[in-house]
């Protein structure tokens, strides 16, 4: 499989993640995949299907918007937004922006996720929501 298609395969994959058929991440991913984002490092396909079955067991919605990409032979970077609900959360969506950074070669082989936690979880609990975006304002002025 090609970059280019391989790439494609995981925006597919990954646009509507709450629906997707775990079955399927051995077409995407190494056996050997290591994935990392703020919370985790995950090393194998079993551990990244366990992952992927707990992040979206209490998931109403989980959809990727992709904004951008650059692609090189064995790895790229990809700008996206996650859209989510989760009951915990109030069941309202929770847009959360990201970049992903890949090393590929068949498969993909490694995966790490940048994004801001305050902004997917801390400011949507009630009280911790209210320090996170008064810090944030305070040293933004």
Known sequence: MNN???INRLKSYCSTLHEADLSELHTIYSGSI?????????????????????????LSDCRFEY?????????????????????KLGNRLISVRGVSYLKFSEWIEYQEDFYDMGAM?????????NVTRWLRHRLAS
């Open 4 to 6: 280019t298609a391989l």
């Open 34 to 58: 290591v994935f990392k984002d703020p919370v985790h490092s995950i090393q194998g396909l079993v551990e990244l299907e366990d992952y992927f079955q707990t992040l979206c067991a209490d």
């Open 67 to 87: 904004l951008d990409e650059l692609v090189s032979e064995n790895s790229a970077y990809i700008k996206w937004i996650m859209h989510f609900r989760h009951p």
């Open 121 to 129: 979880l801390y400011e949507q609990l009630p009280v911790l929501g």
